[in-house]
């Protein structure tokens, strides 16, 4: 996991109109704030796209100066590597402490970083566990790490001494 942030998700509701949602992601896409995470989906009414972008104010503005009507609260975006499940796994470690995870996906950008985007009842302890637990891993692996002066021989470790 590269790391945990708080971020802005803007929402966008749009009506059934296969043309307004392609004008909406052009939009998006025009206003040069770049795509961290997207997801849509389907509420009964009409399509619901939610957007976190490395810069969500420029976004927001330019989709209501169009005349989308845009919401927007806080979420918890978190690169990870592209691994399936993990999005999971992270969501089960955050409920087991408490936290509530009330709306989740993951994403894969065009440039091969994967996100996940967590909507949770306490985002900055949710980072704070997300962070911990990253460096609890990169520590993890740099103590499975053996220096180059040792040599694995026949599953036994051995290595060098000085003399």
């Not at 998700?9 to 770049?34: D, K, M, Y």
Request: with cysteine.
């Amino acid at each position: 996991m590269t790391g945990a942030t708080r971020q802005i998700q803007i929402t966008v509701r749009a009506s059934n109109q296969p043309a307004l949602l392609g004008r909406l992601i052009a939009i998006t896409v025009s206003c040069g704030a770049e795509v961290l995470a997207a997801s849509s989906h389907w509420d009964g009414s009409g399509t619901v796209v939610n957007l976190v972008t490395e810069d969500a104010v420029r976004t927001g503005r330019a989709l209501a100066a169009a005349g989308f009507k845009c919401e927007s609260h806080f979420v918890v975006l978190v690169e990870i590597p592209d691994k399936p499940g993990l999005p999971a796994v992270l969501a089960e470690r955050l409920e087991a402490v408490g936290i509530d995870v009330r709306h989740s996906y993951a994403f894969r950008s065009d440039n091969h970083r994967s996100y996940v985007v967590f909507e949770t009842s306490d985002d900055d302890r949710a980072i704070y566990l997300l962070e911990v637990d990253a460096l609890i891993h990169h520590l993890a692996a740099a103590q499975r790490w053996r220096p180059s002066s040792e040599r694995e021989t026949d599953g036994t470790c051995v290595a060098k001494h000085a003399a």
